[in-house]
């Protein structure tokens, strides 16, 4: 599992090289993979020490018989007593050198084949024209002045001896300039833009930074000052927040390597967490921030300026409530359900919402929804568990509705194993219905072969518990199937008043629904509507949507939902978020960190014409003072730069 992570964040830090140069974040990222490989080396170590310890024992036991025979006739031999013995003891010791030779020879063999391999693994990360490795350390601030007038000086660039892509360029750019470069497609506009950001090292000419030459500037210093974002930056596979704040790394794991401490891995690795960049008081104010809340104030209106920040909100709204969002948070959440509840009432809302309730059953909730008028708790979200539960089977056979679950599961399976049978996998059909999978038809297939007369007690537990999840999964708004009659529909409701008088309010299978309670495992969305977007009603989802969203901004919740958003998991690569949210997110991260110089590199080419137009201007104006390099492929739309 470890070797695998640490061949996951290698295979990452690989893909995403230039944004881990930008932000500076190399020695963060080296002390990471040190960190995996602490962990490895420690977990090898232990398995050779048992190993070696096992080995040792069967050579002593192995041995210990024969030991005693050749010193106890060796003895004879000396004394003259047995010749014969000294032969056999001179032949026998001969004979057992042999195995420790053969193991210090493999020992040497594979030493010299790990040897070989590192080298031409090194080899290969180790190209001509390389940046000094001086580059990489880490330096200080001290020594550069601010990136200043840019000047390129004759610069010629290129990929290979054969091809040059870029010759004599001079440019001069002066410090809080706003320069839009434009080119078109088959133009070197990206090579020149990741020369002016010192990705790129010129095979010809200097770019200077306040009259200095970048080739020699050290990385560290120079990420903290520059800004960079084109549309192949990397997401890494983390948070949102994680992402966000990545080109802030340097401020909390900065001399995390030298003062690396095998025994105080975990204690230093848990200190540079992302979160507690906004945890450390003298980052905070070598930033520039004199509070925690001026901070993330400064995180809100960067994901504003990127027109990321609606976003990030829908990821929030879509977030689970926990109990460590802190006790207002939720206390704010319960009191917008209430406000909602009351604005559902007006005419213009009518009918968008079912709002649930426990003393009728819910045409949009499934049947176990009903049935339980909950959510499993978790760790027991198991349909199959909680059906086989004494309490629920207890609860089932009293109301008389253990029967009638197995009758309409088995209804279902009959109707679903005709309905699927020839339906290729990707159908509308299965969205509609996704209770059941393409891979679980045969086995529904099999349950719809049994005899309609059949018994109950004629079916095996996996058999009668698999046609109570079939009916439990069922939605009646949804599905449509005709199967949930109205005397089951008021059983249910009395089975969940029987159940919840058993089990109790407060228990460790069911979180019941309450009124005046939150539900964990719900969305913050579900929790404060408190009931179900009615499908199939015009633009039922965009009214509901304005309707939070001017109850969360009356009660000053949008940024605190924006905070759990920025908790979003991206998924490898970002590959969660659609490709224009990439690109804000990357651009974010550039500006996040106030640079000196911004340079964006074609990273809003699949952003919307006037979404891309609003943006940029709105970025103009928040680095009005600062150095602003953007490329454009139209000529047309430059409005706005110097």
């Known amino acids: 599992m470890q070797v695998r992570k640490f061949s996951d964040k290698v295979g990452e830090s690989i893909s995403g090289i230039s944004d881990i140069r930008v932000n500076g974040t190399t020695q963060h990222e080296i002390f990471r993979a040190f960190h995996r490989l602490s962990s490895i080396y420690r977990i090898r170590h232990q398995i050779f020490r048992k190993k070696f310890l096992i080995k040792f024992l069967n050579n002593f036991i192995g041995q210990v018989t024969p030991f005693f025979f050749y010193s106890i006739g060796g003895y004879f031999v000396i004394k003259g007593e047995l010749s014969l013995g000294a032969l056999v003891a001179v032949l026998a010791a001969y004979k057992d050198l042999a195995p420790p030779w053969k193991e210090l020879l493999k020992f040497y063999q594979i030493s010299e084949d790990v040897r070989v391999k590192y080298s031409q693994i090194i080899e290969q990360f180790q190209p001509e024209n390389m940046l000094p490795s001086a580059t990489e350390q880490p330096s200080n601030d001290e020594e550069f002045d601010g990136v200043g007038d840019i000047q390129g000086i004759g610069i010629a660039y290129d990929e290979d001896v054969n091809q040059r892509s870029l010759e004599e360029a001079n440019f001069l750019i002066s410090q809080g300039e706003h320069i839009a470069i434009c080119g078109d497609k088959d133009s070197d506009l990206g090579n020149l833009m990741q020369l002016i950001a010192r990705l790129l090292k010129p095979t010809v000419g200097k770019v200077l930074m306040s009259g200095q030459d ?275 529909r008021g059983t249910v409701v009395m089975a969940h008043k029987l159940l919840k008088q058993k089990l109790g309010m407060s228990n460790n299978l069911i979180d019941f629904y309450h009124p005046e309670r939150l539900a964990s495992h719900l969305s913050i969305e579900d929790n404060m509507l408190f009931g179900r977007i009615v499908s199939g ?19 000053n919740l949008v940024e605190q939902i924006v905070e759990v958003g920025l908790n979003y998991r991206v998924g490898v690569g970002g590959s969660r978020l659609a490709s224009a949210q990439r690109q804000k997110l990357t651009l974010a991260r550039a500006l996040i960190k106030k640079p000196d110089l911004l340079v964006v590199n074609g990273a809003t080419s699949q952003l919307d014409t006037n979404v891309e137009r609003r943006l940029y201007l709105n970025i103009l104006h928040r680095m009005k003072g600062n150095t602003v390099v953007w490329s454009r492929n139209r000529h047309d739309d430059i409005d706005g730069f110097d």
């Open 214 to 488: 970048t080739s020699s500037m050290s990385e560290s210093v120079l990420s903290r000052h520059i800004g960079y974002a084109d549309q192949h930056s990397h997401i890494f596979n983390g948070t949102i927040r994680e992402n966000l704040l990545y080109g802030l790394a340097h401020l909390s794991a900065q001399g995390a390597l030298e003062s690396y401490d095998e025994q105080q891995t975990d204690n230093v690795m848990k200190e540079i967490k992302w979160e507690n960049i906004m945890d450390d008081n003298h980052s905070l104010l070598k930033f520039g921030f004199d509070s925690i809340q001026a901070f993330k104030n400064h995180e809100i209106q960067t994901l504003d300026l990127c027109s990321l920040k609606d976003d990030v909100y829908d990821f929030g709204l879509r977030g689970n409530v926990q109990d460590n969002m802190g006790g207002k948070l939720l206390d704010d959440i319960l009191k917008a359900r209430h406000r909602i509840k009351t604005l559902l009432k007006e005419d213009r809302y009518q009918g968008l919402v079912d709002v649930l309730e426990a003393d009728r059953y819910n045409e949009r909730l499934s049947m176990a929804e009903n049935f339980f008028f909950g959510v499993p708790i978790k760790g027991t979200d198991d349909l199959g568990y909680l059906i086989s539960h004494p309490v629920v089977v207890e609860v089932m056979e009293t109301m008389g509705l253990k029967e009638v679950f197995v009758r309409i599961g088995y209804q279902v399976a009959s109707i679903m194993s005709d309905l699927l049978a020839e339906i290729p996998d990707g159908s509308p059909v299965f969205q509609q219905f996704d209770f059941i999978s393409i891979e679980e038809v045969p086995e529904i297939k099999s349950l719809s072969l049994i005899p309609n007369d059949f018994s109950v007690s004629d079916l095996d537990d996996s058999q009668t518990n698999r046609f109570i999840e079939l009916s439990f999964k069922l939605i009646t708004a949804k599905h449509r199937l005709g199967l949930i009659t109205d005397e089951t």
């Open 537 to 555: 009603h015009a633009n039922a989802r965009k009214k509901v949507g304005e309707l939070i969203f001017e109850v969360a901004q009356s009660m």
